[in-house]
Nanobody, 124 residues
Framework: QVQLVESGGGSVQAGGSLRLSCAAS????????MAWFRQAPGKEREFVAS????????YYIESVKGRFTISRDNAKNTVYLQMNNLKPEDTAVYYC?????????????????WGQGTQVTVSS
């Protein structure tokens, strides 16, 4: 049984930083790509960033490029999302997801396991 447990969310002012973590268990972590998605109230869940099994490939949505960094530590079975220069429009519940393969993708259907989500609130 795969489990993904996010942590690190919270409330910050615009311009601040947060680091999200997602600890995975249940299958060989280093075999699978990982991603972060987010969902704001009244909106669809959207892709934020993904990272390949080795960490060698990463992808970001345009709005977070240069501000967010996804990384992974395969020895700790953990994926991270470092979020800098946060903006009010980054406010959402952030979800960790594990892919069906080792290759980083953007589509929700590429991911078969999800965490419970962690709230990020950015005030202006």
């Amino acid at each position: 049984q795969v489990q993904l447990v996010e942590s690190g969310g919270g409330s910050v002012q615009a311009g601040g930083s947060l680091r999200l973590s997602c600890a995975a268990s249940g299958r060989t972590f280093s075999d699978y790509a990982m991603a972060w998605f987010r969902q704001a109230p009244g909106k669809e869940r959207e892709f934020v960033a993904s990272i390949s099994w080795s960490g060698g490939g990463t992808y970001y949505i345009e709005s977070v490029k240069g501000r967010f960094t996804i990384s992974r530590d395969n020895a700790k079975n953990t994926v991270y999302l470092q979020m800098n220069n946060l903006k009010p429009e980054d406010t959402a519940v952030y979800y960790c997801a594990q892919a069906k393969t080792g290759w980083a993708r953007q589509g929700r259907f590429e991911y078969d396991y999800w965490g419970q989500g962690t709230q990020v609130t950015v005030s202006s």
